[in-house]
């Protein structure tokens, strides 16, 4: 999840926008060893995502905003209202812009789907990375159902109960790997936006750039509100959030 929901690894808030009330901490996994294979069915699958957590209504709009060292990153993500069908199942789609001082570096297309259970599925990215206003690569796009690819968990539909579990969020072998283990379910976070309480955290990863790693936050009713870059002062925070008809 390129632009947003997955790899925000270059950006740099001003210090001290954002605090965290510190918790146990549940453990850190390693990669899984075992090769990973699913198998879901459309019949399986519901029309809406409206995970506590990872809620996708349309009309939504989120806005992340930071200072780099090569200027102000902006993330636009809106929830649109069209849907498209992957491996026969009805996906909701999410447009992330990204632009670096006003110019569009990014512009991504996730497609996401949630099942009766409430657990929120990750079909499809297609990304478009620009150079200097030129589109340059699509470097990261994926399907599942298509070469291989298949398709991973972004949201627990109880993630409490999942505490100290990995999970495959993707998987289109050696190009988007991204995984994540489910650390908290109680955080307290407060971020230019608002104070969260129950916030779900998150340790995020891929086995194709060992040694990177981010934590990210997400509160009930909005979704990710806060990614942090473990080892450095780099994150991403919400400083606006828009639900439809806002």
Known sequence: MRALWLNLLSV???AGCVSRTPVAE????????TPYSVSISPADFVGVVDN????????????YESQTGEG??????????????VMGIT??????????????????FDWFAQDRQGNVWYLR???SNYENGQLADRAGSWEAGVDGALPGIIMYAVPSAHIGETYRQEYYPGEAEDMADLMSADESVTVPYGPFDDVVQTRDYTPLEPGIE?????????????SEHVGSEEELVLISFMPPGG
């Open 12 to 14: 740099l808030v001003v």
């Open 26 to 33: 549940g453990p850190a996994a390693g990669p899984m060893a």
């Open 52 to 63: 506590l957590y990872f809620p996708l209504l349309p009309g939504t709009r989120y806005i």
């Open 72 to 85: 102000v990153e902006r993330v636009e993500v809106e929830v649109l209202s069209e849907t498209r069908e």
């Open 91 to 108: 996906a909701t789609i999410v447009r992330d812009t990204v632009t670096l001082d006003g110019e569009l570096i990014e512009d991504t």
């Open 125 to 127: 990215e297609d990304v």
């Open 214 to 226: 981010e934590h990210k936050y997400y509160a009930p009713g909005i979704g990710l509100i806060w």
